[in-house]
């Protein structure tokens, strides 16, 4: 099965703070992502990668960066965070297009 | 644009048929996904559906695909109270090699 780990979840932090969130797959996918989920919003993208140091901006990606120095782990970063950002945010990596994505269980970030 | 339509809720009574319906917009869409959403945790695979195909079955799911009228349904027999969370319609959209387009959500709840 495959496995994709994100390293907290649940994250407290403060406005002005730079934060990373890491997510790690355990299956050689290509393909790797970040959405953060809000209610009544669904998921929204926010970065996607499909090959290491490459990247490419999804639907939000202001205010977010991204890094994937290796196949494996995939990088979200909030540059000085801002309480509009308090969110789930979920990870999840895929074999290739239009393979199917397999999520992590997603960190609740909180800026207070 | 792409869109994926879903309605919120559902509620059905212990032991009968679920059933789940989904609207898509990108008649070239190739893969459809059903995702589950239990609460506080991220999305978990279900079931996906080649766009050439218009039904597959597997245990007590059952999708079905209607490229006419670009309808997608996923119909959970003899529904549990384990089966109480999100599921989530998913499309690959043709122009882009790895984004998918969630829809909103469908929360399934159980009564007894």
């Known amino acids: 099965d495959v496995k994709v780990t994100q390293s907290s979840r649940y994250l407290v932090k403060r406005t002005g703070e730079k934060v990373f969130l890491e997510c790690v797959q355990d299956m050689d996918h290509e393909n790797m992502f970040w959405y953060r989920q809000d209610p009544g919003l669904g998921l929204r993208l926010i970065y996607f990668s499909y090959d290491v140091k490459m990247k490419e901006k999804g639907d939000i990606p202001e205010g977010y960066s991204v890094s994937r120095e290796k196949k494996e782990r995939f990088s979200l970063i909030l540059e000085s965070a801002s309480t509009n950002q308090t969110s789930m945010y979920l990870c999840?990596?895929?074999?290739?297009?239009?393979?199917?994505?397999?999520f992590g269980d997603g960190t609740r970030l909180s800026i207070l | 644009g792409e869109d994926v339509e879903q309605s919120l809720f559902l509620s059905v009574r212990e032991g009968d048929s679920s059933v789940i319906n989904c609207t898509y917009t990108?008649?070239?869409?190739?893969?459809l996904y059903w995702y589950k959403q239990e609460p506080g945790a991220g999305l978990q695979l279900l079931t996906y559906i080649f766009s050439n195909m218009d039904m597959k079955q597997d245990q007590r799911l059952t999708v079905l695909l209607n490229k006419k009228d670009k309808h997608l349904s996923l119909r959970i027999a003899d529904t549990q109270t384990g089966d109480s969370a999100i599921y989530f319609c998913a499309e690959k959209i043709y122009s882009s090699a790895s984004k998918i387009i969630f829809g909103s959500g469908t929360r399934l709840s159980i009564r007894p």
């Open positions: 990108d008649s070239s869409s190739t893969y």
């Open positions: 999840a990596s895929s074999l290739g297009a239009g393979q199917p994505q397999h």
